[in-house]
């Protein structure tokens, strides 16, 4: 990837659109030339390369010497805020000392603040009436009441009509960014971000849209504006600059409406944050639905042959056979590429199939279509690549070492940009989806961000699916839907759901729906920073209860073992049976750009809101009209807000707290070193956050309430106005209904606006996905899918976990070491289901007595024999090989006791018994008897602990052979 793109154009936009002190440009260029020349890969500055700059900067014997430090100071402090770099600790203090600066730059323009806004207050009363059309006006509408932003952001807003858009209930406006910041995002294609756009200054925007032609707009003809209007009466304000204007609306909303400096800086700077994209399904996805949740990636489709001679070498890499089909005539009807199936040794055949399919249907990333010549272009590097195998695609570590490598070793100009562009395939891939994409970001470039969210309702859905689901056994539902539930209310990683222990999670003696879940390094893996941490998990009761369900389930197990899974199970094996489940269920109900990752963003952003909350003290129904989730809304109330903080509160009311702390606490609990890092990649837009600083009922006179609602300047009609919006109006007399002034909600007057009559402004539709399922009672809707017994006669299958199995582990009759022993036992959960043909063999070796064993060792528990006596002649061999040599049975001990009339010793049963029934490990006996016919037993050692289990696999065996057919 091409290198030296950091140029001083950047630093010097970037603090520019913040109003903050800039060096020369050569003298930033030279520190950009610098820090380009040491070829850095990752997002980090080391202290040695630090000191070599410094050296460097040192060595210069004039007074550029201090311009240079300085430059270097403002590059460093673009590359940590937008770039996402860590830096050695002294610059980090450095920086502080500058945000203390930029505050101290914003309180002394308090006083000015104070001054315009009263002024632009008294002002406001008077354009209720008059109703005048100004540039220099609307900017003090939108910076007082929507954001204080540079006069750079308003230029594009100002020229732009389809800046409003109805989103979530609320109008926003789209901020777009200067320089793409978000993963759906290119040079072409800007990212952007949202702030609420309340009604006054909607209804100024849009006549302002109306009166004035929005071509030929610049920032100095704002700035010109602007002076022109504050020279004037009321204001007799003398011209000041765009970094002067932005200070002092910075102060205002800092007094106003409290907002501290860390929020203070997202606020006025659209840079720290990208806009939510709410999930939109494709038309592949319904597809998802019909087939299993659960069955493992490697058994959705037939297994790769990998010793078959492939035909072609299209036949490999199928991917070549979906761009010819695409290459042929349309008019001619030729047969689809089906999609390939996993390969055990290489999972890049698939990857590249779906890689080059999203191609085909959705586009790149400049053009919507896209002609075969170029996909094929853009794909032609897939020999160049070293296989993936399927193991070392679920292995995190290994995967992320797979793609390092292959960066590394591919340095054509153009390939590492297309392996990049097929990993952002590959991260939306169940099986590959815990990709962390930053790590190959140029790390010069602002880090990417992946604005995907999940609300309270959406997650409740996954998991009533997972529930609900008629596929997969009991177990593992339990086990996908609270990988789902701890993914979300714990906003943990997905490598954390699967390494946490059972003895890292504890509920909390106060509450029942709280849990402290430690984060720590296993034998399995260490965490994402190397360091520990203790998360509180609060959930609603009926996700808690789940989670309690499993705890009471696997009590007294051995606490280092993995809270999710049996024992005896691999992390590879827990990801492909829990976790690719989960992702599953919500790729198919939100769409494949979904990823496990997101419940992660979704429980980060409730944290945020909860926190938020509580610090300016709202009500759970605060943010009710933008939600629209009534789920959500519960776990904002007051409650649910302290029961989340717990841990920080210790029970005492947050005005004892050291409330500037809150942004660093949420950090910690998502283990980020840094707010920074929080808010980046985890808080997406505005658009709730200023709704949480203002109060949500306000005081609306009656001139304001015409202009909103475009009624004629002192028109009687607004009387039935206010009689809708407010019942107590029509009991009030006469004289107090003039003087009448309503509180009410922005929600309320939006919904009387004739927004219709608005030109230019884009409505979106609500994308937020219903709470269909209405059931949220997670722990009945998983015990009433239990089956009933063990053996199900209509369907001839075992289910190795039963309502029997769930109510003696209750009454602790049953323990889950016991339970482990038996899945694994009973081939891994495969329930001892049976082929045609296995099925026949079984029957021709009969119904076999499930005998109890009591091994050698007393701490040993007892375990099941399966003994069946038959004759010993050909057909009985091939029964037995069928089952026993490569069936359903082969991984069970076989002793061989041959009974033999002492008159026929001379026959060749015995070496027929030893030659080919007996395998490996399995041992064979002759018993003589006097009379009678010979006899074969065959005693199958299974291991299968024998709580609860004897008579059901006796009533099995004899159901199936039972069965006609």
């Not at 009363?125 to 059309?133: D, G, L, Q, V």
């Not at 290459?327 to 890689?355: D, G, I, M």
């Not at 790590?439 to 309270?456: M, T």
Request: charged share 20%; net charge positive.
């Amino acid at each position: 990837m091409a290198k030296g793109t950091l140029t001083a154009q950047m630093i010097i936009n970037y603090r520019v659109d913040q109003g903050m002190d800039c060096e020369q440009s050569r003298d930033i260029q030279w520190v950009c030339d610098m820090l380009n020349s040491l070829n850095i890969k990752e997002r980090a500055l080391s202290q040695q390369q630090l000191l070599g700059i410094n050296k460097h900067i040192g060595s210069i014997p004039t007074g550029r010497q201090r311009t240079l430090f300085k430059a270097l100071n403002q590059v460093l402090f673009y590359l940590k805020e937008i770039c996402n770099w860590r830096l050695p600790e002294v610059k980090e203090q450095v920086f502080r000392d500058e945000s203390m600066m930029w505050l101290l730059g914003i309180s002394k323009n308090n006083q000015l603040a104070g001054e315009c806004f009263a002024k632009y207050k008294s002002q406001r009363e008077s354009f209720m009436n008059e109703r005048w059309h100004n540039l220099g006006w609307t900017l003090l509408v939108l910076n007082f009441e929507v954001a204080p932003l540079h006069l750079s952001y308003w230029q594009k807003i100002l020229s732009t009509p389809t800046s409003i858009e109805f989103f979530e209930g609320q109008f926003t406006l789209k901020v777009p960014h200067s320089k793409p910041i978000a993963s759906y995002a290119n040079e072409k294609t800007m990212s952007f971000t949202r702030y609420p756009l309340p009604a006054f200054p909607l209804r100024v925007l849009q006549d302002f849209y109306k009166s004035t032609a929005v071509n030929g707009l610049t920032i100095k003809s704002l700035l010109d504006a602007i002076n022109r209007w504050v020279d004037n009466k009321p204001y007799y304000f003398a011209p000041m600059t765009s970094s002067k204007w932005l200070r002092t609306f910075q102060s205002f909303w800092h007094n106003h409406y409290v907002v501290p400096p860390v929020l203070l800086r997202d606020l006025s700077d659209p840079m720290r944050h990208v806009a939510t994209l709410e999930p939109t399904k494709s038309s592949f996805v319904d597809a998802i639905k019909e087939k299993s949740l659960f069955i493992p990636p490697l058994k959705q489709t037939n297994f790769v042959d990998e010793n078959k001679e492939l035909g072609t070498r299209n036949a490999q890499w199928p991917h070549k056979a979906l761009i010819k089909f695409h290459k042929q005539s349309p008019n001619k009807k030729h047969l689809r590429p089906v999609t390939p199936a996993w390969e055990q040794q290489n999972v890049l055949p698939k990857l590249f199939f779906l890689f080059t399919e999203e191609l085909f249907n959705e586009g790149g990333v400049q053009k919507k279509t896209l002609p075969p010549q170029s996909i094929d272009r853009y794909t032609n590097f897939y020999k160049s690549l070293s296989p993936l195998s399927f193991d070392d695609a679920c292995d995190s570590e290994k995967l992320h070492l797979w793609a390092h490598t292959e960066f590394e070793r591919l340095d054509d100009k153009t390939t590492p940009w297309h392996l990049y562009n097929f990993l952002r395939s590959a991260a939306h891939q169940e099986l590959t989806d815990q990709l962390d994409l930053g790590q190959f970001e140029r790390p010069e470039l602002p880090s990417l961000v992946d604005p995907f969210c999940l609300n309270v309702s959406q997650v409740h859905n996954a998991v009533a699916l997972l529930l609900s689901s008629q596929n997969g056994d009991a177990m593992q539902r339990l086990f996908a839907s609270i990988a789902t539930i701890l993914g979300y209310y714990g906003a943990m990683r997905r490598s954390e759901v699967l390494r946490l222990r059972l003895g890292h999670i504890s509920l909390s003696p106060q509450n029942k729906q709280l849990f402290n879940i430690v984060i720590t390094k296993t034998p399995e893996g260490s965490t994402k920073n190397g360091k520990t941490r203790i998360v509180s998990a609060f959930m609603p009761e009926s996700a808690a209860k789940l989670i309690r369900i499993l705890l009471k389930i696997k009590a007294g197990s051995d606490e280092t073992q993995p809270f999710l899974g049996f024992q005896h199970e691999s992390i590879h094996f827990r990801s492909s049976h829990y976790i690719y489940p989960a992702t599953q269920a919500l790729k198919a109900l939100f769409g494949p750009q979904i990823r496990f990752h997101h419940l992660r963003h979704g429980g980060a952003e409730l944290l945020y809101l909860q926190g938020l909350h509580l610090a300016y003290q709202r009500q759970g129904c605060h943010l009710s009209s933008i939600l629209q989730d009534e789920a959500t809304q519960a776990m904002l109330c007051n409650e649910s807000c302290i029961a989340r903080f717990d841990f920080w509160l210790e029970g005492r009311p947050l005005n004892e707290l050291n409330v500037g702390l809150l942004f660093d606490i949420i950090s910690k609990q998502l283990g980020h070193s840094s707010y920074s890092t929080t808010r980046r990649h985890y808080l997406h837009g505005m658009d709730k956050t200023v709704e949480i600083l203002k109060p949500t009922y306000r005081q609306y006179s009656r001139a304001e309430l015409r202009y909103l609602l475009d009624i004629p300047v002192n028109s009687n009609d607004i009387s039935r106005i206010l009689s809708s919006l407010s019942p107590e109006y029509s009991l009030l007399s006469n004289k107090d209904k003039k003087q009448f002034q309503p509180q009410l909600a922005e929600s309320q007057i939006l919904k009387k606006m004739k927004l219709s009559h608005f030109m230019g402004t884009k409505s979106t539709a609500n994308n937020k996905q219903p709470h269909t399922h209405g059931n949220d009672n997670f722990a009945s809707l998983w015990i009433s899918s239990l089956p009933k017994d063990f053996v199900d006669k209509h369907t001839s299958s075992f289910h190795y976990f039963c309502k029997k199995s769930f109510i003696s582990l209750n009454n602790e009759t049953l323990d889950f070491n016991t339970v482990s022993n038996q899945w694994l036992q009973l081939t891994q959960g495969q329930y001892l289901n049976f082929t045609n043909k296995e099925l026949t063999a079984l029957k021709t070796l009969g119904v076999p007595r499930i005998i109890p064993h009591k091994p050698k060792a007393r701490a040993s528990e007892e375990t099941l024999d399966l003994h069946f006596k038959c004759p010993c002649n050909q057909k009985i061999l091939q029964a037995f090989k069928t089952l026993c040599h490569e069936g359903a049975l082969k991984r069970y001990k076989a002793i061989f006791v041959l009974e033999q009339n002492r008159k026929i010793l001379n026959s060749n049963k015995l070496n027929m018994v030893k030659q080919q029934f007996l395998r490996k490990g399995d041992e064979a006996r002759q018993h003589i008897i006097p009379t009678g016919n010979t006899q074969l037993t065959i005693t199958l050692k299974t291991l299968i602990p024998s709580t609860l289990l004897q008579q059901a696999l006796e009533e099995y065996f004899t159901h199936l052979i039972s069965q006609k057919g």
